[in-house]
């Protein structure tokens, strides 16, 4: 069994719609996901002693078009953003350099994921109130998104969030 699901997981961004619950294998760690996330492998071409040159391609890699790019750097150790969700937008969000905690939460549960490599990426397809900690100083946060910015795709407020997602089902 943890053969196929370690074959899911090298699959790089896995093109289905459908996200799966699902266990998967990250850096040695039994992942059990419970929330609609994933964890994916950036495809990387490491040169010895010269570092390494990461990739990924919209319309290739990804489940969506990439239309925006952005990236937060200068942040200090143990600061926090983010504290919203969004409604529709897609997200990849990668750390190229440094540590980065982030917290998921669907409104019932929360999931800690930490971004400390340049070759695995967290997609966030549904919305989930997210909470960002700088775990190294000047850690450097990137995101390929699937649209452009819109402030009214934002939900800043944890119980409108609440309200929002117990809506999305019924
Ligand atoms: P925000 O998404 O709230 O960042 P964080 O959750 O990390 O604090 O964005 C911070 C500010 O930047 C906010 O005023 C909106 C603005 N912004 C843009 O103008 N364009 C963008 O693409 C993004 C992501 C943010």
């Not at 289905?16 to 994933?38: A, H, P």
């Not at 150790?77 to 990849?92: C, S």
Request: charged share 30%; glycine share 6%; proline share 2%.
């Amino acid at each position: 069994m943890l053969g196929s699901e370690k074959k899911s997981y090298n699959i790089l961004f896995d093109k289905s719609t459908l996200i799966e619950r699902r266990t998967v294998k990250i850096n040695k760690d039994l992942c059990v996901k419970t929330m609609n996330y994933r964890m994916v492998e950036i495809r990387s071409i490491h040169s010895q002693g010269l570092g390494s040159l990461s990739f990924f391609e919209s319309g290739r890699d990804m489940s969506f078009e990439i239309k925006r790019i952005y990236y937060i750097t200068g942040v200090p150790a143990n600061f926090k953003r983010g504290y919203h969700a969004h409604k529709t937008l897609k997200q990849l969000l990668f750390c190229p350099y440094g540590s980065i905690e982030i917290i998921l939460d669907d409104g019932e549960r929360k999931e800690s994921i930490i971004l400390n490599d340049s070759s695995k990426g967290l997609i966030i397809e549904e919305p989930l109130w997210r909470e960002m900690t700088w775990i190294v100083k000047e850690s450097v946060l990137c995101v390929a998104a699937s649209d452009y910015y819109d402030q009214n795709d934002y939900i800043r407020d944890y119980n409108s969030f609440r309200v929002y997602r117990s809506q999305m089902y019924t």
